[in-house]
């Protein structure tokens, strides 16, 4: 049984940092692909960054694109997702998700495996 748990969500004012983890048990990390979402009130889940299963593709939303880094560190079988330069319409909850194929992709549905979420707020 694999469960996924991310933790590091907080408040911050626009231009701030904020670095979000997710630990992966049941199963090595490098066995997924690894993705982040975020979604907020009333607005559908939107695809952020995923880290490829061989490590080979790393993929971001445009919109985070140059701010956010996705890493993976397999000795602590966790995902990490490092927040630059902040926006407020970056707030929202994050989840991370673990796919079974080796590229994930930017669609929810190929995510088996998901997070409780954590709440990232950006205010003026």
């Known amino acids: 049984q694999v469960q996924l748990v991310e933790s590091g969500g907080g408040s911050v004012q626009a231009g701030g940092s904020l670095r979000l983890s997710c630990v992966v048990s049941g199963r090595a990390v490098s066995s997924y692909a690894m993705g982040w979402f975020r979604q907020a009130p009333g607005k559908e889940r939107e695809f952020v960054g995923v880290f490829s299963r061989s490590g080979t593709l790393i993929d971001y939303a445009d919109s985070v694109k140059g701010r956010f880094t996705v890493s993976r560190d397999n000795a602590k079988n966790t995902v990490s997702l490092q927040m630059n330069s902040l926006k407020p319409e970056d707030t929202a909850v994050y989840y991370c998700?673990?796919?079974?194929?080796?590229?994930?992709?930017?669609?929810?549905?190929?995510?088996?495996?998901w997070g409780q979420g954590t709440q990232v707020t950006v205010s003026s």
């Open positions: 998700a673990a796919s079974q194929t080796p590229f994930g992709g930017r669609r929810s549905s190929t995510y088996a495996y």
